[in-house]
């Protein structure tokens, strides 16, 4: 089974930028969408971002033009660019494969975005 491993988190200020990573590995893994999702603190947790085998992307409300998705097949790694950071963006950061869901039956441990005001 593929493995995910989300990376790239941290402590930033307001306005700050982090780039998020997710590696793909364990066996060769065939080609799929990629999603990334996040969970705050006592929320659900929520859609912010897809990229299609294509490379079509789409993402939530919250973060249009503030975040970034994209991939790089040969390296089997999904990336989440986030600029201009804000409080509100504060989660548990998880990636996944498919289309505006997880089509495993598994999620990563995530990676922890704080962004302080």
């Known amino acids: 089974q593929v493995q995910l491993v989300e990376s790239g988190g941290g402590s930033v200020q307001a306005g700050a930028s982090l780039r998020l990573s997710c590696a793909q590995s364990g066996r060769t893994p065939v080609l799929y969408a990629m999603s990334w999702f996040r969970q705050a603190s006592g929320k659900e947790r929520e859609f912010v971002a897809a990229?299609?085998?294509?490379?079509?992307?789409h993402y939530a409300d919250s973060v249009k033009g503030r975040f970034t998705i994209s991939r790089d097949k040969a390296k089997n790694t999904a990336y989440l660019q986030m600029n201009n950071l804000r409080a509100d963006d504060t989660a548990v950061y998880y990636c996944a494969r498919g289309w505006m869901t997880n089509e495993d039956n598994d999620w990563g441990r995530g990676t922890q975005v704080i962004v302080s005001s």
């Open positions: 990229i299609s085998v294509g490379a079509f992307p």
